[in-house]
Nanobody, 122 residues
Framework: QVQLVESGGGSVQAGGSLRLSCVVS????????MGWFRQAPGKEREGVAA???????RCAESVKGRFTISKDNAKNILYLQMNSLKPEDTAVYYC????????????????WGQGTQVTVSS
C-alpha cells in the first residue's frame, strides 16, 4: 500500500524559508511523477512543482525562482525547499505520486498525502 506523509509545515514571516518533506512508502515502480500541490482557503488545489524519474522538474510560475523540488531516491523522500515566502503562499501543502512519468502540474495523480499547513505572515 502506497503511503505519503508530509512534514515540515509551520508558521513563518514573509521572506522566510521552510523545507517540506514527504516520505513515500510502498511505491515500488522506478518510473514516477511526484509533485507538490497547495490549497488555500476558498481556492482550488493547484500544482506547485513536480519531478519525474529522469530528474526533470517543473515549477509553477508563481513560485519559480523561490521554490525547488528534489527527491532523495535512496531514502524515498520528496522535498520542497521554499524560500522568500510570501503571505499568498499560505495554504495546505500536499505531496502526490503517480506511475505515469509525464511531468505535469495537473491534479491527475493517484496517490496523495494528508497535507501540511504552511502559514506566512506579513
Amino acid at each position: 500500500q502506497v503511503q505519503l506523509v508530509e512534514s515540515g509545515g509551520g508558521s513563518v514571516q514573509a521572506g522566510g524559508s521552510l523545507r517540506l518533506s514527504c516520505v513515500v512508502s510502498g511505491y515500488t515502480s522506478m518510473r514516477y511523477c511526484m509533485g507538490w500541490f497547495r490549497q488555500a482557503p476558498g481556492k482550488e488545489r493547484e500544482g506547485v512543482a513536480a519531478i519525474v524519474s529522469d530528474g526533470s522538474t517543473r515549477c509553477a510560475e508563481s513560485v519559480k525562482g523561490r521554490f525547488t523540488i528534489s527527491k532523495d531516491n535512496a531514502k524515498n523522500i520528496l522535498y520542497l525547499q521554499m524560500n522568500s515566502l510570501k503571505p499568498e503562499d499560505t495554504a495546505v501543502y500536499y505531496c502526490a505520486a503517480d506511475s505515469w512519468d509525464i511531468l505535469r502540474l495537473g491534479l491527475d495523480y493517484e496517490y496523495w498525502g494528508q497535507g501540511t499547513q504552511v502559514t506566512v505572515s506579513s
